[in-house]
């Protein structure tokens, strides 16, 4: 049954004011109109909501009932509206990212933080995975936003880069080089180095095997894994490591974080992906909060 929501409007103002002349000024009507609307609306429903007499207005039960109900739409259609609105301006439903595992290092969970402060009502929903899955899951839209790796974007997601960090010479405190402040990568090519396995590090492992051709001169990998395990193998003793300085904030009681500098030094990239048929205006808010999002201190001494 549709009840005609002008009906309900009239009744919850009669509910209200209790008196038929103040509910007639207040919908600029005159009283047998209005009158006429409460008897209408009684019908449709079959019960008596008001009890009227000469002098006074009293809601029944069922008239008690429905008022409740009538307040409670009225809340429900103001809620409606608003969350509405706000999922058109990105202030609310969902967010999907994409995010590679390494960039969890990165800015990346301080931008979330503030983003959450910002926008309580945006439900975010984080997905794992390798940045050579993600434009799949993109363009399947699975996903609103992609932080990955920039190679592996196709120019029609048009990827933008968002954060960049060098690669830093991480080694075991007591080694000679670690009490410096920057390193050539002629001289971290001295040391036996712990890279990157090919098959699920794809990017860091072309990062190394470029800087190494940058510095033209051969390199000695003793051991292959993938961060953050990397450093687990360089506190073992195995050898140093080449990783990006994000990192530096892990391990730090153990390990030492050195710059690189010169020929074959290599700044990381964090990129940002979407499809351009998937419009969700929330992803425009994460995006900016991540460029104005600071790096942390030490990153900032390492660049």
Do not use: C
Request: glycine fraction near 4%.
């Amino acid at each position: 049954m549709l009840i005609d929501s002008r009906l309900l409007q009239v009744f919850a103002v009669v509910a209200e004011e209790l008196h038929f002349g103040r509910a007639a000024q207040r919908l600029h009507l005159s009283q047998p109109p209005l009158s006429q609307s409460v008897r209408k609306l009684e019908e449709e429903l079959g019960v008596q909501l008001l009890e009227r007499t000469t002098r006074t207005v009293k809601l029944t039960a069922a008239g008690a009932e429905l008022q409740r109900r009538v307040r409670q739409m009225a809340a429900e259609h103001d809620a409606t509206v608003r969350h509405v609105r706000q999922a058109a301006s990105g202030e609310a439903g969902q967010l999907t990212i994409g995010l590679t595992p390494s960039a969890a290092y990165s800015n990346v969970p301080q931008a979330l933080f503030v983003f959450r402060q910002r926008y309580p009502g945006v439900v975010l929903d984080l997905q794992e995975m390798n940045s050579s899955e993600m434009p799949e899951a993109l363009h399947q839209r699975r996903l609103d936003l992609a932080l990955l790796r920039p190679p592996f974007a196709d120019a029609d997601l048009s990827p933008v880069p968002l954060y960049s960090e060098p690669m830093v010479l991480a080694l075991r405190r007591g080694h000679p080089l670690a009490a410096k402040r920057w390193v050539t990568m002629e001289q971290v090519l001295d040391l036996p180095i712990v890279g990157y396995a090919r098959d699920r590090s794809r990017y860091f492992s072309q990062v190394l095997r470029q800087m190494i051709e940058a510095a033209g001169k051969p390199a000695n990998i003793v051991q292959e894994s993938m961060i953050p395990t990397i450093l687990t193998l360089v506190e073992a003793g195995f050898g140093a490591a080449v990783v990006p300085a994000s990192l530096a904030r892990m391990r730090m009681d153990i390990l030492a974080y050195v710059g690189i500098r010169g020929r074959g030094a290599f700044r990381a990239e964090l990129a940002a992906a979407r499809h351009p048929d998937h419009r969700n205006p929330a992803v425009d808010a994460f995006v900016a909060i991540m460029r104005d999002t600071k790096q942390q201190p030490r990153q900032k001494a390492l660049s």
